[in-house]
């Protein structure tokens, strides 16, 4: 017989990312880490910026996620984000660049002002693009 699954929905403002069934779906959440399986306590927890990962049939596929939130209940985990994207879809030639601008900006940070929560995320995201990338 089937195994349970629960369905996972990525949206960003942009697009629906994905929408498919998993066996397990685990997040970065603000307060760490955390997996879900069917029949999960229903909850929601705000996003880091960081790689989440889903299992189904045998596979593991790997996403970035540029903060938002997860909204989990027994059958669903529905991922609303600034950004996301799947390995696959990541341009890492354009992460590297993206770290590169950010490392020069808060690099300068020592000799003018610069905002550095912006630079600081953006330099996150690219790193996490990068490594999602390589998966
Ligand atoms: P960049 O400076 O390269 O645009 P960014 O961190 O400012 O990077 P975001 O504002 O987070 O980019 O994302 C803007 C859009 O571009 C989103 O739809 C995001 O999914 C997409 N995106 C950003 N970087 C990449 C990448 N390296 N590969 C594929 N898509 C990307």
């Known amino acids: 017989m089937a195994e349970k699954q629960l369905l996972?929905?990525?949206?960003t403002p942009?697009?629906?990312v994905l929408s498919t069934e998993a066996e397990v779906v685990?997040?970065?959440?603000?307060e760490g880490q955390f997996g879900v399986l069917v029949g999960h306590v229903p909850f929601l927890s705000a996003l880091e910026i960081g790689e989440m990962y889903y299992?189904?049939?045998?596979?593991?596929?790997?996403?970035?996620?540029s903060g938002g939130f997860a909204e989990v209940t027994?059958?669903?985990?529905?991922?609303?984000?600034?950004?996301?994207?799947?390995?696959?879809?990541?341009?890492?030639?354009?992460?590297?660049r993206a770290r590169e601008r950010a490392e020069k900006r808060l690099a300068a940070a020592k000799t003018e002002a610069i905002?550095?929560?912006r630079?600081?995320?953006?330099?996150r995201r690219?790193?996490?693009?990068?490594?999602?990338?390589?998966?």
């Open 74 to 96: 027994g059958t669903k985990v529905t991922i609303v984000a600034e950004a996301a994207e799947m390995g696959r879809e990541i341009d890492a030639e354009r992460a590297r």
């Open 14 to 16: 942009d697009r629906m």
């Open 115 to 117: 905002d550095w929560v």
């Open 126 to 135: 690219s790193v996490i693009r990068m490594k999602v990338a390589g998966r």
């Open 8 to 11: 996972l929905e990525v949206v």
């Open 55 to 65: 299992k189904a049939g045998g596979k593991t596929e790997f996403l970035a996620v």
């Open 119 to 123: 630079a600081e995320a953006s330099l």
């Open 26 to 30: 685990v997040c970065p959440g603000v």
